[in-house]
C-alpha cells in the first residue's frame, strides 16, 4: 500500500483518498507507530502528512529518519514536508510569518518530476506557520511562494519530494496532478486500485475478521448501510442475517422500498421489526438534539441485542450466537463523531457516538475508512442497482433530528407529507442528481401568523435545506430554480395543514451542518 502518516489534523485520510482517487490502496498509519514497524508493511510510497503548525511546538511529532533512508520513495506535505527538512539537516525558520489560505506558487522547473506537466504558477493552498529557510542537501528547489522561497523540492536519486502546500485539498488547482506525479512518476507506481480490487480486498477482510461467527446488519435503506450488507453478504454469505428496524421516523414509503429494493435484488434474509410505539416512548418530553441522538442510538441497539437472541432462538442453534453487528458507518461519519485523533466531537452520529457503552456486539464496519464517492463505486461493482447506488443519504436517526423540539406522532405526519411534496417536486424537475440531498425541517417549537382564505393561522414554519457537497464534510446550500421552489412552497402551505410558511436555508457547511440538529 501507499502508506499516509498521520501527523494530526483531518488531513491524513484526505490524502488517502486522493491516492486512492489515482488508483493505488492507500492506508493512513499514526505517527507514532514505529519506523521498523511501517517498513514490515511494505509500503510502496510514503506520504507524510499535514499537521500541528510548528515543529518546534511542545510534543511535536517527531519524524524518524529511518523511513527516508529505506529507499522508500517519500512526500512529505506542509508539517511532513518540514518534519523532513529537519530530519535530513536543512533549515525550518520559525519566524513567526504565518501563510493561510490560497496563495500563488511559481514553479522554477516545470519539467520536473513534482510539475511535470503544469504551468508555471498555480493556485496552491496553505496553512502554515514556520517555512522551511533552507533546503537539505541535495533536494532541488523547485518552486516558491509569496510567503516562503523553499515552497517545494525533490531529489530523483533518493526518490524524496516535498511541498509546502497542501495538494489534497480541492483548492490546490493542480494538486491532485503534484500527487499523481509523485505516486506514478516519482515512485514509478501502476494504478491498479480499481473498484473490483477494492471489493476483493473488503471481503478478504471482512472474512478474516468475522471467521466463523454469525452477524447481523442493522439495515437503515440507505445507501451505507445496503452497500455494507451487500458486502457481507458476499464475504460470509449466509451467517449475516440483515434487520430493518421501522422505528417510525421514516419517510413516507421508506420501509416498503427497502423491503422492494434490496431483499428482491439481493435475495437476503432480512428481518422487519416495527419499534414505532417504542421510539416515540423513549423520545417522549426530549428536545435536546444530543439527547435525541443517544435515545436513537441506544435503542437501536437494544432492539438489535434482542433481535440476536431471537435470531439463534429460532435456529435453535445455541453454538453460534450472533457476535458482530454490521454497520455503514463511513469515514466522514467517524470524524465528526470525534473519532479521528485529536478532532472535536460535532455531533453523535448515531451510529458511531450514539451508541451505548455496554454494547454487547462487536462492531464490523467495512466501509469505516471509505468516502461516499467510494461507497457508490463498491455498491455498483457488488452489482447493487443505480436506483439504490445513487440514493441521497438519508440520517439513521430519520426525521426524529428534522423536527426541531419534541417528536410525536402528529408532528411526524406533518413534516413525512412536506417531506413527500418537496421530494416529488425534485423528481418531476429531475434535479435528485443535481443535489447531494434534501432534509426538510419541522420546526416545531416556533409558530407564526399566516392569512388564509378569510381566517388567520398561527402555524409552524417548513425548512428546505437542498445542499451541495462531495462528501458531506463540506456543503454548500444548492440554488435551485426559483419556480421550483414556489411549487414546493405553495403545495406545502395548501396541503399540509399545519404549516402556513416555508423557508430557505442559505447556510453552507460549515458553519451551518446539512442536518438541523
Ligand atoms: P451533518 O448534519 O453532520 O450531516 O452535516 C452530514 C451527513 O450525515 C448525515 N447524518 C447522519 N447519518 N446517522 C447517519 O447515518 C446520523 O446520525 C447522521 N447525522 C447526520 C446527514 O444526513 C448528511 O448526509
Not at 529518519?65 to 506542509?78: Q, R, T, W, Y
Not at 535530513?88 to 513567526?96: E, I, M, P, R, S
Not at 473498484?195 to 480486498?201: H, L, R
Request: aromatic fraction near 6%; hydrophobic fraction near 40%.
Amino acid at each position: 500500500p501507499v502508506l499516509v502518516v498521520d501527523f494530526g489534523a483531518q488531513y491524513a485520510q484526505l490524502i488517502a483518498r486522493r491516492v486512492r482517487e489515482a488508483s493505488l490502496y492507500s492506508e493512513v498509519v499514526p505517527h507514532d507507530m514505529p519506523a521498523e514497524e511501517i517498513l514490515a508493511m511494505e509500503p510502496a510510497a510514503i506520504v507524510l502528512s499535514g499537521g500541528p503548525s510548528s515543529v518546534y511546538a511542545d510534543g511535536a511529532p517527531a519524524l524518524d529518519k529511518a523511513l527516508l533512508e529505506a529507499g522508500v520513495p517519500v512526500f512529505g506535505i506542509c508539517y511532513g514536508f518540514q518534519a523532513m527538512t529537519q530530519a535530513l539537516g536543512g533549515t525550518v525558520a520559525h519566524t513567526g510569518m504565518r501563510e493561510y489560505g490560497a496563495t500563488r506558487a511559481d514553479i522554477d522547473d516545470t519539467g520536473s518530476t513534482l510539475f511535470n506537466g503544469q504551468p508555471p504558477q498555480q493556485s496552491v493552498w496553505m496553512s502554515h506557520g514556520d517555512s522551511v529557510s533552507e533546503a537539505p542537501d541535495g533536494m532541488k528547489v523547485t518552486a516558491r511562494t509569496p510567503g516562503t522561497t523553499v515552497a517545494a523540492f525533490e531529489d530523483d536519486e533518493r526518490r524524496l519530494y516535498g511541498v509546502q502546500w497542501h495538494p489534497e485539498v480541492m483548492h490546490s488547482t493542480f494538486g491532485q496532478r503534484v500527487m499523481e506525479n509523485f505516486l506514478l512518476r516519482g515512485a514509478g507506481l501502476e494504478a491498479e486500485w480499481t473498484p473490483k480490487n477494492m471489493v476483493d480486498e473488503l471481503v478478504a477482510r471482512v472474512r478474516e475478521e468475522v471467521g466463523e461467527d454469525r452477524a447481523i446488519c442493522a439495515l437503515s435503506g440507505g445507501v451505507d448501510s445496503m452497500v455494507a450488507a451487500a458486502l457481507v453478504q458476499k464475504a460470509i454469505g449466509d451467517q449475516l442475517t440483515c434487520v430493518f428496524v421501522d422505528h417510525g421516523l421514516l419517510r413516507a414509503g421508506e420501509a416498503e422500498q427497502v423491503r422492494t429494493d434490496f431483499v428482491e435484488l439481493t435475495g437476503a434474509d432480512l428481518v422487519v421489526i416495527d419499534a414505532s410505539e417504542r421510539y416515540l416512548d423513549a423520545l417522549a418530553g426530549v428536545s435536546d438534539p444530543e439527547q435525541k441522538r443517544k435515545i436513537i442510538g441506544r435503542e437501536f441497539i437494544r432492539i438489535f441485542e434482542q433481535a440476536a437472541r431471537d435470531i439463534v432462538h429460532d435456529r435453535g442453534d445455541n453454538e453460534h450466537p450472533v457476535k458482530w453487528l454490521v454497520q455503514g458507518t463511513l469515514y466522514p461519519d467517524v470524524v465528526e463523531s470525534g473519532g479521528g485523533a485529536g478532532a472535536a466531537n460535532i455531533k453523535s452520529h448515531h451510529n458511531v457516538g450514539g451508541l451505548p457503552d455496554d454494547i454487547q456486539f462487536k462492531l464490523v464496519e467495512p466501509l469505516r475508512t471509505l468516502f461516499k464517492d467510494e461507497v457508490r463505486q463498491v455498491g455498483l461493482e457488488l452489482g447493487l442497482p443505480e436506483k439504490i447506488v445513487y440514493r441521497q443519504p438519508f440520517p439513521g436517526p430519520g426525521l426524529g433530528i428534522r423536527i426541531v423540539g419534541e417528536v410525536t406522532a402528529d408532528r411526524l405526519e406533518t413534516l413525512r407529507k412536506a417531506d413527500l411534496i418537496a421530494r416529488e417536486e425534485l423528481t418531476a424537475a429531475e434535479l435528485d442528481r443535481d443535489i447531494w440531498q434534501c432534509p426538510v425541517v419541522l420546526l416545531a417549537d416556533v409558530r407564526s401568523v399566516g392569512v388564509q382564505g378569510d381566517g388567520r393561522t398561527y402555524g409552524h414554519p417548513i425548512v428546505l435545506r437542498p445542499v451541495s457537497s462531495e462528501d458531506a464534510m463540506t456543503a454548500d446550500w444548492t440554488r435551485l430554480p426559483y419556480d421550483v421552489l414556489a411549487r414546493i412552497s405553495s403545495r406545502i402551505t395548501n396541503e399540509v395543514e399545519e404549516v402556513n410558511r416555508v423557508v430557505l436555508d442559505v447556510t453552507s457547511k460549515p458553519p451551518g451542518t446539512i442536518e438541523w440538529e
